[in-house]
């Protein structure tokens, strides 16, 4: 990330003040309905271009421009604030922090020796105000100086005691946002009720807030980030809320009852060094794709109240705190189209098609919708301006269509009434629809896959191949190959002695690999190599799967509950498959299965002494192979590690302890860099793992 990122250019005295009116209707909407046309980019850089042309001319700055106010000077309020709410300045980089720090340090005349660091949360700003434990007022941030009664909200709010633990009068100050879930349902409601969406969930937070009367329910959720004294708090507490470091009040507004990122999986932690704080960031960057709340940055505080009095404020900020903002993970497109497709279990999902936009760092054109269930509760139409999240390695998703947007001529979206890939029934008594043929609606799907080169591995059955097995009834499914006769394969086209036979010894050959292999063939949703892999070494035989029960299964490395009754579901409708494959006779056991990895029988004799040389490692692979690993696919690698005694691992985080980082590696490696995790060439890792080549 650079720390001068992009803004928008501006010519002119008028491009400027047509710049600003965009501006301040877009932050009005922004603070207000919660409705702004603009995503946070787009705003972002169109300030950012008002700022730039206002520093070149300043004679030419209106007073209506939003650069230096709170909140873009879009809305006031009527009630005053004890304290003014203000923003926070932002940093993009590790440079841009060091900078922001020395600049601290330098004014307070010493180096801050505690730093607070904790998630950015991304929703509105909230005053509560508590007399003797009971809350009595809730105020929105507003221009900073006033904001708005929002009372009425109280008891809508999770993590927002109507009564603190102790009868306290003191001022909570926090963010109120929605999570994923209350989001998906508030919207569900709101299409229900008025046939409109939010299109976010921080917006979802601000109209909620706004709306007295709501015609259906909403329920949000508050973070705490703060406490204050104010009128009538009694002289201890005060003393403490003025004395106490950042960290220690938090402590003290969790002991009261209220919600703070504690109680999260990304909660906020103090730092002695800004090296920690800078590790910490990128540990909540890449927590962030798993939070169910938004957040669009990290926020540094130094943490002693002396620093922090010492530091004092800004007009807008407070020079003892910074943002230090992730980017953007949400975009607002169009959704072209939506396209039906039937998966290799012949599970039916909707797919949106969306007009290319830059999120996170790649392109995305398509995105997942679950199911119709799920299309129709988002009201979404074809030709809708859609919000789009997508953070880290998550699969985007559309969150909601942004319905003021709309211009009259969006269509609905239609749903299928059969199958769209062979016209049979549609089976939707599941919230995921499947095609009533089930894995024999995309049998050359399911088979193309059972036959790669990380399965079966037979070569010679190509796609076209395979259409014809099935065009002409020989099979239905892949344990049908291992049946197949000669007569019946040198009747097909440009089938030749020569071909017949390497088909049928490859056929005949697969059925000795391992069950890891077959296990993975079988294609069970939610199921690849790896997981495989871990499945057959714990069970050792197919029997030994299939008796396995949803507890038995949870027993293996990365199987949850709901995977584990995912497994026990498959597993039982993959029966006749899985009879069909032990009357053909094809092995299903795992060699060395039940002894540690890597001390398997049959593997090369330095690999059974002692511990395996990636024992409990976390290991991540990038970048192009070479040396002794040149030509091996990833899928080979991971083995490899695997067999080695680690983990293979797709993302480098903080848990990652090894990255093998080859030719062309990019983000991984400069993460892993800055992780200070140790990254090695695959001719080193190919030598640390020698004995299991
Ligand atoms: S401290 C004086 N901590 O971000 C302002 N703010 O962009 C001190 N925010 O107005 C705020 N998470 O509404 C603080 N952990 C956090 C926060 C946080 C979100 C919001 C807050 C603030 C805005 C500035």
Request: proline share 5%; with cysteine; hydrophobic share 45%.
């Given at each position: 990330m650079s720390d001068t990122p992009a803004s928008t250019e501006i010519g002119d005295r008028a491009a400027y003040a047509a710049a600003v009116q965009t501006a301040v209707a877009a932050s009005a909407a922004y603070y207000g309905e919660g409705d702004s046309p603009?995503?946070?980019?787009?705003?972002?850089?169109?300030?950012?271009?008002?700022?730039?042309?206002?520093?070149?001319?300043?004679?030419?700055?209106?007073?209506e421009s939003p650069t230096g106010k709170v909140a873009g000077g879009a809305v006031v309020g009527d009630v005053p604030h004890t304290v003014p709410m203000l923003s926070l300045d932002n940093v993009f980089s590790a440079e841009g922090l060091r900078t922001w720090a020395a600049r601290l340090a330098?004014?307070?005349?010493?180096?801050?020796?505690?730093?607070?660091?904790?998630?950015?949360?991304?929703?509105?700003?909230?005053?509560?105000?508590?007399?003797?434990?009971?809350?009595?007022?809730?105020v929105t941030r507003g221009d900073g100086a006033a904001g708005d009664d929002v009372s009425h909200c109280t008891g809508m709010i999770l993590g927002l005691p109507g009564r603190l633990a102790r009868p306290l009068t003191v001022e909570l100050r926090g963010e109120v946002l929605m999570t994923r879930a209350q989001f998906e349902a508030a919207n569900a409601a709101r299409t229900a009720a008025v046939g409109t969406t939010f299109a976010n969930p921080r917006s979802a937070a601000a109209g909620s807030l706004r709306t007295r009367d709501h015609p259906y329910e909403v329920e949000m959720t508050f973070f705490a980030y703060g406490a204050l004294p104010m009128d009538g708090t009694d002289g201890e507490t005060a003393a403490r809320l003025r004395g106490l470091p950042h960290s220690q009040i938090m402590e003290l507004v969790a002991g009261l009852g209220a919600n703070?990122?504690?109680?999260?999986?990304?909660?906020?932690?103090?730092?002695?060094?800004?090296?920690?704080?800078?590790?910490?960031?990128?540990?909540?960057?890449?927590?962030?794709?798993?939070?169910?709340?938004?957040?669009?940055?990290?926020?540094?505080?130094?943490?002693?109240?002396?620093?922090?009095?010492?530091?004092?404020?800004?007009?807008?900020?407070?020079?003892?705190?910074?943002?230090?903002?992730?980017?953007?993970?949400?975009?607002?497109?169009r959704l072209l189209d939506v396209e039906w497709n039937v998966g290799r279990t012949g599970v039916i999902a909707p797919r949106a098609v969306l007009e290319p936009v830059e999120v996170d760092g790649s392109t995305v054109t398509y995105a997942t919708l679950h199911n119709a269930a799920d299309i129709e509760?988002?009201?979404?139409?074809?030709?809708?301006?859609?919000?789009?999240?997508?953070?880290?390695?998550?699969?985007?998703?559309?969150?909601?269509?942004?319905?003021?947007?709309?211009?009259?001529?969006?269509?609905?979206?239609?749903?299928?009434?059969?199958?769209?890939?062979?016209?049979?029934?549609?089976?939707?008594?599941?919230?995921?629809?499947?095609?009533?043929?089930?894995?024999?609606?995309?049998?050359?799907?399911?088979?193309?896959?059972?036959?790669?080169?990380?399965?079966?591995?037979?070569?010679?059955?190509?796609?076209?191949?395979?259409?014809?097995?099935?065009?002409?009834?020989?099979?239905?499914?892949?344990?049908?190959?291992?049946?197949?006769?000669?007569?019946?394969?040198?009747?097909?086209?440009?089938?030749?002695?020569?071909?017949?036979?390497?088909?049928?010894?490859?056929?005949?050959?697969?059925?000795?690999?391992?069950?890891?292999?077959?296990?993975?063939?079988?294609?069970?949703?939610?199921?690849?190599r790896s997981m495989s892999r871990r499945i057959a070494r714990h069970f050792g035989t197919m029997d030994a799967i299939r008796a396995a029960d949803a507890e038995a299964l949870q027993e293996v490395e990365g199987v949850g509950p709901e995977r584990a009754a995912v497994l026990v579901a498959e597993i039982a409708e993959l029966a006749p498959l899985i009879d069909k494959l032990a009357a053909a006779g094809v092995a299903m056991t795992e060699p060395g299965a039940g002894v540690p990895a890597g001390r398997e029988a049959g593997q090369a004799a330095g690999a059974g002494a002692a511990d395996p040389p990636l024992a409990g490692m976390s290991v991540v692979v990038t970048g192009a192979m070479s040396g002794p690993l040149d030509g091996l696919s990833r899928g080979q690698v991971n083995e490899l590690i695997e067999r080695a005694g680690g983990t293979a691992s797709s993302s480098v985080s903080s848990r990652t302890s090894l990255l093998v980082a080859g030719e062309k590696a990019g983000s991984k490696k400069a993460k892993a860099e800055r992780l200070g995790i140790e990254t090695v060439t695959p001719e080193e890792f190919a030598a640390r793992v020698a004995a299991f080549l």
């Amino acid at each position: 990330m650079s720390d001068t990122p992009a803004s928008t250019e501006i010519g002119d005295r008028a491009a400027y003040a047509a710049a600003v009116q965009t501006a301040v209707a877009a932050s009005a909407a922004y603070y207000g309905e919660g409705d702004s046309p603009l995503d946070d980019d787009a705003y972002d850089r169109l300030v950012r271009g008002i700022a730039a042309y206002e520093a070149g001319h300043p004679d030419d700055v209106l007073p209506e421009s939003p650069t230096g106010k709170v909140a873009g000077g879009a809305v006031v309020g009527d009630v005053p604030h004890t304290v003014p709410m203000l923003s926070l300045d932002n940093v993009f980089s590790a440079e841009g922090l060091r900078t922001w720090a020395a600049r601290l340090a330098r004014r307070l005349g010493r180096e801050v020796a505690a730093w607070s660091v904790e998630p950015k949360l991304d929703g509105m700003a909230i005053s509560a105000r508590y007399r003797g434990g009971r809350l009595v007022q809730l105020v929105t941030r507003g221009d900073g100086a006033a904001g708005d009664d929002v009372s009425h909200c109280t008891g809508m709010i999770l993590g927002l005691p109507g009564r603190l633990a102790r009868p306290l009068t003191v001022e909570l100050r926090g963010e109120v946002l929605m999570t994923r879930a209350q989001f998906e349902a508030a919207n569900a409601a709101r299409t229900a009720a008025v046939g409109t969406t939010f299109a976010n969930p921080r917006s979802a937070a601000a109209g909620s807030l706004r709306t007295r009367d709501h015609p259906y329910e909403v329920e949000m959720t508050f973070f705490a980030y703060g406490a204050l004294p104010m009128d009538g708090t009694d002289g201890e507490t005060a003393a403490r809320l003025r004395g106490l470091p950042h960290s220690q009040i938090m402590e003290l507004v969790a002991g009261l009852g209220a919600n703070t990122t504690a109680a999260t999986s990304a909660p906020g932690i103090t730092a002695t060094s800004l090296e920690r704080v800078l590790e910490r960031v990128e540990e909540i960057a890449a927590l962030r794709a798993g939070l169910d709340f938004g957040i669009d940055g990290i926020v540094i505080k130094a943490d002693a109240a002396a620093d922090q009095a010492d530091a004092g404020l800004s007009s807008r900020a407070p020079r003892w705190a910074v943002a230090y903002k992730l980017p953007a993970v949400e975009k607002i497109t169009r959704l072209l189209d939506v396209e039906w497709n039937v998966g290799r279990t012949g599970v039916i999902a909707p797919r949106a098609v969306l007009e290319p936009v830059e999120v996170d760092g790649s392109t995305v054109t398509y995105a997942t919708l679950h199911n119709a269930a799920d299309i129709e509760r988002r009201g979404l139409m074809i030709g809708d301006h859609v919000t789009v999240y997508k953070a880290g390695d998550v699969i985007p998703r559309v969150e909601a269509p942004v319905t003021h947007l709309r211009t009259g001529r969006e269509r609905p979206v239609e749903i299928p009434a059969a199958c769209p890939r062979c016209g049979d029934g549609i089976d939707a008594s599941q919230q995921r629809w499947r095609c009533v043929r089930g894995r024999a609606c995309h049998a050359v799907v399911s088979v193309r896959y059972a036959v790669a080169r990380d399965q079966f591995d037979i070569e010679g059955l190509g796609e076209g191949r395979i259409d014809q097995l099935i065009a002409e009834g020989l099979i239905t499914d892949f344990a049908d190959l291992f049946t197949l006769t000669y007569d019946q394969v040198i009747a097909l086209d440009r089938m030749g002695e020569t071909s017949t036979t390497a088909l049928l010894a490859a056929i005949e050959g697969a059925k000795a690999k391992p069950l890891s292999k077959v296990f993975c063939a079988l294609g069970v949703r939610g199921t690849g190599r790896s997981m495989s892999r871990r499945i057959a070494r714990h069970f050792g035989t197919m029997d030994a799967i299939r008796a396995a029960d949803a507890e038995a299964l949870q027993e293996v490395e990365g199987v949850g509950p709901e995977r584990a009754a995912v497994l026990v579901a498959e597993i039982a409708e993959l029966a006749p498959l899985i009879d069909k494959l032990a009357a053909a006779g094809v092995a299903m056991t795992e060699p060395g299965a039940g002894v540690p990895a890597g001390r398997e029988a049959g593997q090369a004799a330095g690999a059974g002494a002692a511990d395996p040389p990636l024992a409990g490692m976390s290991v991540v692979v990038t970048g192009a192979m070479s040396g002794p690993l040149d030509g091996l696919s990833r899928g080979q690698v991971n083995e490899l590690i695997e067999r080695a005694g680690g983990t293979a691992s797709s993302s480098v985080s903080s848990r990652t302890s090894l990255l093998v980082a080859g030719e062309k590696a990019g983000s991984k490696k400069a993460k892993a860099e800055r992780l200070g995790i140790e990254t090695v060439t695959p001719e080193e890792f190919a030598a640390r793992v020698a004995a299991f080549l």
